[in-house]
């Protein structure tokens, strides 16, 4: 029979015990460290957010009528292209081609919020309607259809173009 060797007093049972109590120093400097990548992270997707996100679009305020004038004037984009025939469209889609072919002038002055200006080349919500560009997006079928109801109601463009900014307005993504 063997027998286990006995421990002296003060001695230490093994390595594993006697760190128990201690804190390991690789351990409390990955706490600050994730703490400060974190914030650093949460900072630059703020200002990348705003920096790309926050659309560049004039706004009109009601005032001066030669003023607005020449705001309304400033904001055309000078669409010369015919919007397509109504007729080769069914539904809301053909509602707001005959919309765009009636009101040339104020759908000219109306930015689309489909940001196609950015991303198709287009100079104002008319331009949608030029090419088929609008039959297969809602934003600018909705935009058109709403200026319409305001513009019909007797508001005239610089009150049409602020319910549509107001209404239609978000962040590019």
Known sequence: MSKKPRKRPGERKSKRASTRGKRNPSRSLKLPFVII???LIGVGGYFFYNKYTQAKVPVIQSGNPDE???KIKSLKGNEKRMTLMPALFTGKVAMAYQIARENRDLLD???CYCYCEKNIGHKSL???YADR???NCDICMDEAIYASKFHKKGFDMVQVREAVDKKFWRPFR
Do not use: D
Request: charged letters at 5%; glycine letters at 0%.
């Open 37 to 39: 990548v974190v914030c």
């Open 126 to 128: 008319l331009s949608c």
């Open 68 to 70: 607005i004038q020449k």
């Open 133 to 135: 560009h609008a039959a």
């Open 109 to 111: 002055t109306m930015y």
